[in-house]
T-cell receptor, first 113, second 116 residues
């Protein structure tokens, strides 16, 4: 079964600094999607960024970018110019054609003023 | 921008009672999902629904659970006889899936279910 591992339960970063959240996954599939979702204190699940495995170029969305290393099965999220509103739980998630979304346990990010 | 909506935002019920959680997926989406998140834990898949039938379900989705799309807009999750351990946040999600089995799932704001 596919698994997603987030090895950092908690992280903190100073406002305006850059932080990287780690995620690794395990699959034998070649075609899949990877996601980062943000869950603020309201507990709503908000899509941050998506990466298709067949794309070599790393996805970017404004201040958010990923480092996708397919061979290493690694999918880290970089947040640049961190803002107080970035404080949230961040979940890494995996999906392939036969598997619904599988989530990691999450990383709690605190942005400190 | 279209979004998934869920009602109610918070539901409190007595153990053994039936509850129905409601979701309105994004209108042109074809695939619908329910997930749950017990407080402090990760999000877990419950069931997916496509073309008016369940396409996949997890071990969690036992006979106490059922899903239905009663009309063209609503998608419901019913828990027949709630247990204390059903207390969780329940998320509905939908995906367009127009181009194949892989597509982004968009989540609703969740319903917090508390079983007393």
């Amino acid at each position: 079964a596919q698994t997603v591992t987030q090895s950092q339960p908690e992280m903190s970063v100073q406002e305006a600094e850059t932080v990287t959240l780690s995620c690794t996954y395990d699959t034998s599939e070649n075609n899949y999607y990877l996601f980062w979702y943000k869950q603020p204190p309201s507990r709503q699940m908000i899509l941050v960024i998506r990466q298709e495995a067949y794309k070599q170029q790393n996805a970017t969305e404004n201040r958010f970018s990923v480092n996708f290393q397919k061979a290493a099965k690694s999918f880290s999220l970089k947040i640049s110019d961190s803002q107080l509103g970035d404080t949230a739980m961040y979940f890494c998630a995996f999906m392939d054609r036969n598997t619904p979304l599988v989530f990691g346990k999450g990383t709690r990010l605190s942005v400190i003023a | 921008e279209p979004e998934v909506t869920q009602t109610p935002s918070h539901q409190v019920t007595q153990m053994g009672q039936e509850v129905i959680l409601r979701c309105v997926p994004i209108s042109n989406h074809l695939y619908f999902y329910w997930y749950r998140q017990i407080l402090g834990q990760k999000v877990e898949f419950l069931v997916s629904f496509y073309n008016n039938e369940i396409s996949e379900k997890s071990e969690i989705f036992d006979d106490q659970f059922s899903v239905e799309r009663p009309d063209g807009s609503n998608f419901t999750l019913k828990i027949r006889s709630t247990k204390l351990e059903d207390s969780a946040m329940y998320f509905c999600a939908s995906a367009r899936l127009a181009g194949g089995p892989l597509d982004t799932q968009y989540f609703g704001p969740g319903t917090r279910l508390t079983v007393l």
